[in-house]
Nanobody, 122 residues
Framework: QVQLVESGGGLVQPGGSLRLSCVAS????????MGWYRQVPGNQRELVAT???????NYADAVKGRFAISRDSAKNTVYLQMNNLQLEDTAVYYC????????????????WGQGTQVTVSS
């Protein structure tokens, strides 16, 4: 059983900053790529940023230069530093991870957190 738990969302004014965290726990052997996605009601979930286990990163064009993804592999944690937040960044942010677990054999799966609300408003 694997759990991803996000934290750090909240209400911020335009131009402000927030830092999201996501901790993975459970019978984890290894974590490959981790990432952040976001979703606005009525829209599809969209990629924000991803990071591989070799720290290779990828960003959506809308957040390049403003957001930074990082990870602490020793803590099974991924972070998203969000700067210069804009109204259009308002969404529920979800953590995602590709994880190998052990249950009498190695199993690979993709897991999601429960989401954390980020609201940008003046």
């Amino acid at each position: 059983q694997v759990q991803l738990v996000e934290s750090g969302g909240g209400l911020v004014q335009p131009g402000g900053s927030l830092r999201l965290s996501c901790v993975a726990s459970g019978s984890i052997i290894s974590i490959n790529a981790m990432g952040w996605y976001r979703q606005v009601p009525g829209n599809q979930r969209e990629l924000v940023a991803t990071i591989t286990n070799r720290d290779s990163t990828n960003y959506a064009d809308a957040v390049k230069g403003r957001f930074a993804i990082s990870r602490d592999s020793a803590k099974n944690t991924v972070y998203l530093q969000m700067n210069n937040l804009q109204l259009e960044d308002t969404a529920v942010y979800y953590c995602n991870a590709d994880i190998s677990t052990w249950n009498f054999r190695i199993l690979k799966g993709t897991y999601w957190g429960q989401g954390t609300q980020v609201t940008v408003s003046s």
